[in-house]
C-alpha cells in the first residue's frame, strides 16, 4: 500500500510542477502584450 501511495504522491507533485511551468509559459506572453 505505502508503494503505491508514495506513487501517487510523485504523480501528482510532478503533474503540478508541469502545469505551473506552461501556467509560468504562457503569462509572460500575455504580460508583454499590455
Given amino acids: 500500500m ?5 506513487i501517487n504522491i510523485a504523480v501528482g507533485i510532478h503533474r503540478l510542477l508541469a502545469y505551473e ?7 509572460p506572453d ?5
Fill in 21 to 27: 511551468n506552461l501556467y509560468l509559459l504562457v503569462v
Fill in 30 to 34: 500575455q504580460k508583454d502584450e499590455e
Fill in 2 to 6: 505505502y508503494g503505491s501511495f508514495l
